[in-house]
Every structure is written in C-alpha cells, then in structure tokens.
T-cell receptor
C-alpha cells in the first residue's frame, strides 16, 4: 500500500508566478489535510478537504491560496502570484475517515522556493 | 487556542544511551490526543507514538516511550538505546478529541536530536 505521495518534491518559482502542489492520499483515504512548515517552525494547519468538499480552510491565507480535492485525481494546493514569504515546506496528510481514532499519515512534502 | 511548547531546541545523546525530549501543552479540554512525530533529514514526517488523554497508561513503541502527566500538561518522549538512525527533528503535536476541529494537529517548534557515535 503506497503511502501519501506529493509532487513535485522541490519547486522553484519566481515572484508573481503560480505554484501547484499535488497530493495523492493513501489508497482508501478520502480525507486530506494540508500543513505548511516555515523555516525553523513546526507545521501549521492550512486546510482540510474531503472529496469535492472543503471542510475547513481557516488556516489558509484568504488571498492567493486555494485548495481542491476533486472526485478523481489528486488534491491540489494552488498559490497564485507567489511571494518570497511563501517559501516553505508544504505537507499533505491523509486519513481514511475523520473519526477520533484516525491517524494522519504524512507525505514527504513539497519544498517551495520563491526567488 | 491550544499551544504546544518544546523548550529544548537541540539535544544530543551518545549512541546506546537514553534521552528524554520535553513537551508541554496548554489546553482547557479534557479529551485530546498527543503525538510525537519524527522528521529525519529526508524531511518525511513519521509518526513515532501516540497517546490518548483518557488513558492513564503511558504509550510504548519498542524503544520509544512517553511520560504523560495530564495534570502537569506534560508529554515527554524517552528514547532508549539510542541509534544513529534516531537522529532527526522531533515534533510534539496535540489534537482535540472533541468539538468541530478534532482533526487539526497543533505542533511545537521541534527539538533537533543529534546521536553521537
């Protein structure tokens, strides 16, 4: 059973460009969570999605950031008009369901560098 | 809001020795979960151990064990017989056990563990 997959692993963008980060959850998992890790910080929650639904986006900046998890295909975190402050590691996690017993399994992360 | 504090930015241990990493948290809830995650140089986040607050018994996973002190809101990780592969950043994390946001993990800033041969 493959783990959570994220691609690309490393992404370099110039200021003003768009960044698209992809996350394929573990097989059988329909819940996806995105976290951001700024340099020398712990991970911070951004958004929680189920298939075709955004459940909680309270941790995501209101502008330039969006996320989706379509019926088919991976979850996408999209950052428009990137700025240097967006440079960070973005982690995706998945769980089979939302229940209290569920553990979130993390992917390897995407390192975004904005020049 | 819940907060998680790891007061040791860096720790070191000799191979085969025991080391304890500290974590404290602040919450007004009685039902919650605590976790230790490991982030090796590959940067992959790996779950090390998990503790349910309603359980009095401390969780154990092979060489990893926790000392959960609910009244003191303390959750330390003990690594016995340290191995070179244990070298990593260790994050303590909290998750509410009730309410509408019982899926959000709140992380501390991490403790960088070095294992000396």
């Amino acid at each position: 059973n493959a783990g959570v997959m994220q691609n690309p692993r490393h992404l370099v963008r110039r200021r003003g460009q768009e960044a698209r980060l992809r996350c394929s959850p573990m097989k059988g998992h329909s819940h996806v969570y995105w976290y951001r890790q700024l340099p020398e910080e712990g991970l911070k929650f951004m958004v929680y999605l189920q298939k075709e639904n955004i459940i909680d986006e309270s941790g995501m900046p209101k502008e330039r950031f969006s996320a989706e998890f379509p019926k088919e295909g991976p979850s996408i975190l999209r950052i428009q008009q990137v700025v240097r402050g967006d440079s960070a590691a973005y982690f995706c996690a998945s769980s089979p369901r939302r229940g209290l017993q569920e553990t979130q399994y993390f992917g390897p992360g995407t390192r975004l560098l904005v020049l | 809001a819940q907060t998680v504090t790891q007061s040791q930015p860096e720790m070191s241990v000799q191979e085969a020795e025991t080391v304890t990493l500290s974590c404290t948290y602040d919450t007004s809830e009685s039902d919650y979960y605590l976790f230790w995650y490991k982030q090796p140089p590959s940067r992959q986040m790996i779950l090390v151990i998990r503790q349910e607050a309603y359980k009095q018994q401390n969780a154990t996973e092979n060489r990893f064990s926790v000392n959960f002190q609910k009244a003191a809101k303390s959750f330390s990780l003990k690594i016995s017989d340290s191995q070179l592969g244990d070298a990593a950043m260790y994050f303590c994390a909290y998750r509410s056990g009730s309410g509408g946001s019982n899926y959000k993990l709140t992380f501390g800033k991490g403790t960088l563990l070095t294992v000396n041969p």
